[in-house]
Nanobody, 123 residues
Framework: QVQLVESGGGLVQAGGSLRLSCAASGLTFSSYAMGWFRQAPGKEREFVAALNWSGGSTNYIDSVKGRFTISRDNAKNTVYLQMNSLKPEDTAVYYC????????????????WGQGTQVTVSS
């Protein structure tokens, strides 16, 4: 079956960096667009970033533009989220998700989800 496994979360000071990874199995990874979402306590899950099946097209929420970079390695079936200049408001559980080929920014559009990884940014 399809599995998405996130890693790389942790505790970091404001201004620091983290790189999240999401390893996929059980699907033809290069046929899927991949997205990152996050959910802070008491808030709804929100879109963060996504890229299409080839990595040639990306989309970001405005609040992370210039600080976060999404990328993928189809040979390793892995998608990454490089997060720089982290802020306390970036604190959340981060989830990766997969859907066929085309980028989407709404969570119901995604077919498969990981279990999430906690990112905590201290001030």
């Amino acid at each position: 079956q399809v599995q998405l496994v996130e890693s790389g979360g942790g505790l970091v000071q404001a201004g620091g960096s983290l790189r999240l990874s999401c390893a996929a199995s059980g699907l033809t990874f290069s046929s899927y667009a991949m997205g990152w979402f996050r959910q802070a306590p008491g808030k709804e899950r929100e879109f963060v970033a996504a890229l299409n099946w080839s990595g040639g097209s990306t989309n970001y929420i405005d609040s992370v533009k210039g600080r976060f970079t999404i990328s993928r390695d189809n040979a390793k079936n892995t998608v990454y989220l490089q997060m720089n200049s982290l802020k306390p408001e970036d604190t959340a559980v981060y989830y990766c998700a997969a859907r066929k080929r085309i980028i989407a920014t709404i969570s119901p559009s995604y077919n498969y989800w990981g279990q999430g990884t906690q990112v905590t940014v201290s001030s």
